[in-house]
């Protein structure tokens, strides 16, 4: 954490502008209908370009939101510009009249990751049970955004623990599994 705080803006503007190019390739190859990313929280990576590119082109764009802690993660249908309110941890959501969608490709945010797709989240386990319930219903892929600092050589894994498909950081898209 404390190496992502210490980026230089011209870091974090060169993840922004990337993940919104890469991200629309990604979205355009998966043929995906419904894409979540999140809403970035101080020193999170910018989303908010990916989701203004993803809506611009015609993707169903949705924000997650946590009903309750230790449950999985709902997704409501948001576009830059519409209203959001805090919820949980003051992570800024759509309201609760928003429609709920299930993506099918997902952003997911990260505090570290390691090549082999292991992820480092914020610790309650969210993702995890939220792509191993949509795992078990439909095909999904699920993309890592992270700064290249955020890498660390290996991520302990346990039995719980969901793997990426993807990587996206400012200079390189990592393939954990070696097939784009």
Known sequence: MRRRRELSDDVRAALALRLAREGLRLAA???????????????????????????????????????????????RSWRPGEPLSPGFKGILEPPVEAPEIAPDLLFVPLAAFDRRGGRVGYGAGLYDRTLAGLRSRKAIRAVGVAFSASEVESV??????????????????IFPRGIP
Do not use: C, K, Y
Request: net charge negative.
């Open 29 to 75: 190859e998966a043929r995906a209908v419904g894409v979540s990313a999140f809403h970035p929280m101080p020193g999170e990576p910018d989303t908010l370009p990916l989701l203004q590119a993803l809506a611009g082109a015609g993707f169903v764009t949705s924000l997650p939101v946590t009903l309750a802690f230790g449950q999985p993660l709902t997704f």
């Open 156 to 173: 302990p894994s346990g039995p719980f623990d969901e793997p990426l498909d993807l990587i996206v950081t400012e200079s390189e898209t």
